[in-house]
């Protein structure tokens, strides 16, 4: 890829602070946006802002851009229908809304699975469900020396009471890739419905929830390069028979039914931009569809990002007082994305995070929302982990940088 093209897409990655360009490497927290977005949604609130139904041109656009939105992300997702796409607010709103419907004929003896690698929006969301109804919850422990879910335990768990799995496809802590296909497998086995999280996943590879088999699948715009919009997939049958808690006069045709309110159109501008914009990283002539573009986009983008693993987990492996949660076997590269966990001997990690962000270099600190990952990991109570998230546009160069005002620091 011509990364130098690339950032240059991308206002952020342009500016200067006190002289010196700012490192992003917040990705699994929000990545940054490319202008196409910006521009797209600026033009849509500045001469096509309006809601839908109306009679006129600007509503008329606005109904042209929801179906372009939803099959724009079904290209993106390899859903079998536009109409399988939902919009919300954001993926933990939207989970929240689907675990009630989803929950409404759960009977005490009933059970549900979670799991120590997810971030909360799917556990609370769950737990709370199965509390109303008398349901039982389980969560599956994750291996602690790569940080994948444990997938023996999770047989263990599995039964005919089982009613939903909720699991991450891959950790926005570890960045550690579950094996979802077998986890679907396994769930439908017994009967039981699954419902992915794929926030965290959906930047670095492409997604094909028809080969995955999974009954929903959840992902936000945010962390694919566009503005702050949920997405949920579901199948068809589960849209039409599931009944959605919603306002009385717009019950009746899916997606529509699952979605609240006004959405945000100027979002949905962005989100197909957003994904024209990965499509466009791709060599393929425009007469390719938008789902092989896509689909050789991300062959790329999984190239260089895996170049940047190699390079941060050799530079860490010069660091004994640095700890890494993850995946750290070079021969692994492909089954973790470029998001690493670290604790630093006897440093809090908000330490570690306020001294490179006075260098403008961008990482966080805390548990992301990964609570019961970070229990497990026995670093609940000490701040949690120093998190460093790459993106296709980042460099070698950036993390040569990073690491050097890490051994700065570490000499204080």
Not at 180 to 191: L, S
């Amino acid at each position: 890829m011509d990364l130098n093209t690339i950032r240059r897409q991308f206002p952020a990655l342009m500016q200067s602070l006190n002289g010196q360009a700012p490192i992003f490497l917040d990705g699994p927290g929000g990545s940054q946006v490319p202008q196409s977005v910006l521009s797209a949604m600026s033009a849509y609130l500045g001469y096509f802002n309006a809601n839908l139904g109306g009679a006129f041109f600007s509503s008329h656009k606005t109904v042209e851009l929801m179906n372009g939105a939803r099959q724009a992300v079904a290209d993106l997702l390899n859903a079998p229908s536009k109409e399988q796409i939902v919009f919300g607010a954001n993926m933990t709103s939207l989970t929240f809304s689907f675990s009630r419907a989803i929950s409404r004929n759960w009977q005490a003896g009933d059970e549900v699975i979670v799991t120590n690698a997810d971030h909360y929006s799917n556990v609370s969301s769950w737990r709370q469900a199965a509390e109303d109804k008398g349901v039982k919850v389980q969560a599956v422990r994750i291996n602690e020396a790569d940080c994948t879910l444990d997938l023996e335990h999770y047989a263990s768990l599995l039964s005919t009471k089982t009613k939903l799995v909720a699991v991450t496809y891959a950790s926005n802590t570890t960045g550690s890739i579950n094996d979802i296909k077998r986890i679907v497998e396994m769930a439908h086995q017994v009967g039981a419905l699954v419902y992915v999280d794929a926030v965290h996943y959906a930047p670095h590879e492409l997604i094909d929830v028809q080969a995955l088999d999974c009954d929903f699948l959840a992902c936000s715009a945010y962390k694919f390069f566009g503005p702050h919009v949920g997405i949920v997939y579901g199948k068809k049958a589960h849209l039409e028979g599931f009944t959605p808690y919603k306002v009385e006069p717009a019950k009746d045709v899916i997606p529509g039914r699952w979605e609240t309110g006004t959405q945000s159109f100027e979002g949905l501008a962005g989100v197909i931009a957003a994904i024209e914009y990965i499509a466009s990283l791709s060599d393929l002539p425009k007469t390719a569809t938008r789902r092989e573009r896509l689909s050789d986009a991300f062959a790329k983008t999984k190239a260089h990002e895996m170049a940047l693993s190699e390079y941060v987990l050799k530079r860490i492996a010069e660091f004994p007082e640095i700890t890494l949660y993850g995946i750290a076997d070079q021969m692994r590269l492909a089954e973790r994305t470029p998001t690493f966990a670290l604790t630093f001997a006897g440093i809090e990690p908000r330490k570690v995070s306020e001294f490179l962000g006075e260098h403008h270099i961008c990482v966080w600190d805390g548990n992301f929302y990964a609570q019961g990952l970070c229990e497990q990991l026995g670093v609940i109570d000490k701040g949690g982990v120093v998190r460093i998230g790459c993106m296709h546009y980042n460099t070698i160069d950036e993390l040569s940088t990073l690491f050097d005002r890490i051994e700065q620091f570490l000499a204080r």
